[in-house]
C-alpha cells in the first residue's frame, strides 16, 4: 500500500530564507509523487510533479524537489522565501500502474516578515 | 475556462438529514474524485470513478454514496448525515490516471449539527 509522511504540521522562515518541507513515501513499485499547494479557501494547484524522467524536478514559484530512492524521500525546497508562499503543502503518492492518489496530512507554511 | 465547479459552496444539515454535492468538469476528463479534508488529516479518497457508469470506493467511503451517470458529472450523497461528517469536501479531476495533474474544485463546507 501507498503512503506519505510529512514531519512537521507547521513550519516558519523568515521571509528570504530557504523552505524545506519533508516528506518521505511508502510504496510497493516506483512511485509517481507531487507536491500540491493550497491557498486558503481554495482547492489544492500542483506544485510539481516526479514521474522517473528526472531526480530533481522544478516546479511553479521558484520550488523544486528532489526524489532520493534511498531515503524514499521527496522533500520540497525553495531559496527564499516571500510572503505569497504561505500556504498548507500537501505531499502525494500515486503507484505507477495505480489509479488513486494518496495525500499526506499537510505542512503549513507560515512566512514572517 | 470553468474547470471543476463544486455546488453548493457552503451547507449546514441537521443530523438524519441528506444532500447531494455536485462537481462538474468541462475538460472532458475520465476520471474524478471526491475527497474531505480534515484539519491534521490531510485528504482522504472517499470515491473514485474511472469513466462514465463506474464508481469506487475510496479510504474513507461509509455513510457516502456516488453516481457517475453522465461524463462530466460525479455526485456525492450523504442518505443520513451525521456529526462526523462535518467536513471540507472537494472534489478534482484528472484526463487519465493520477499521474496526470488534478484540478479541484474550491471546495464545499459542510456542517453537520
Known amino acids: 500500500a501507498q503512503s506519505v509522511t510529512q514531519l512537521g504540521s507547521h513550519v516558519s522562515v523568515s521571509e528570504g530564507a530557504l523552505v524545506l518541507l519533508r516528506c518521505n513515501y511508502s510504496?510497493?513499485?516506483?512511485?509517481?509523487l507531487f507536491w500540491y499547494v493550497q491557498y486558503p479557501n481554495q482547492g489544492l494547484q500542483l506544485l510539481l510533479k516526479?514521474?522517473?524522467?528526472?531526480?530533481l524536478v522544478k516546479g511553479i514559484n521558484g520550488f523544486e524537489a528532489e526524489f532520493k530512492k534511498s531515503e524514499t524521500s521527496f522533500h520540497l525546497t525553495k531559496p527564499s522565501a516571500h510572503m505569497s508562499d504561505a500556504a498548507e503543502y500537501f505531499c502525494?503518492?500515486?503507484?505507477?500502474?495505480?489509479?488513486?492518489?494518496?495525500f499526506g496530512t499537510g505542512t503549513r507554511l507560515a512566512v514572517r516578515p | 475556462n470553468a474547470g471543476v465547479t463544486q455546488t453548493p459552496k457552503f451547507r449546514v444539515l441537521k443530523t438524519g438529514q441528506s444532500m447531494t454535492l455536485l462537481c462538474a468538469q468541462d475538460?472532458?476528463?475520465?476520471?474524478m474524485y471526491w475527497y474531505r479534508q480534515d484539519p491534521g488529516m490531510g485528504l482522504r479518497l472517499i470515491h473514485y470513478?474511472?469513466?462514465?457508469?463506474?464508481?469506487a470506493k475510496g479510504e474513507v467511503p461509509d455513510g457516502y454514496n456516488v453516481s457517475r451517470l453522465k461524463k462530466q458529472n460525479f455526485l456525492l450523497g450523504l442518505e443520513s448525515a451525521a456529526p462526523s461528517q462535518t467536513s471540507v469536501y472537494f472534489c478534482?479531476?484528472?484526463?487519465?490516471?493520477?499521474?496526470?495533474?488534478?484540478?479541484f474544485g474550491s471546495g464545499t463546507q459542510l456542517s453537520v449539527l
Open positions: 478534482a479531476s484528472s484526463g487519465q490516471t493520477t499521474n496526470e495533474k488534478l484540478f
Open positions: 516526479y514521474t522517473s524522467a528526472a531526480t
Open positions: 470513478s474511472v469513466g462514465e457508469g463506474t464508481t
Open positions: 502525494a503518492v500515486s503507484e505507477s500502474s495505480g489509479d488513486k492518489l494518496t
Open positions: 510504496s510497493s513499485v516506483p512511485p509517481y
Open positions: 475538460m472532458n476528463h475520465e476520471y
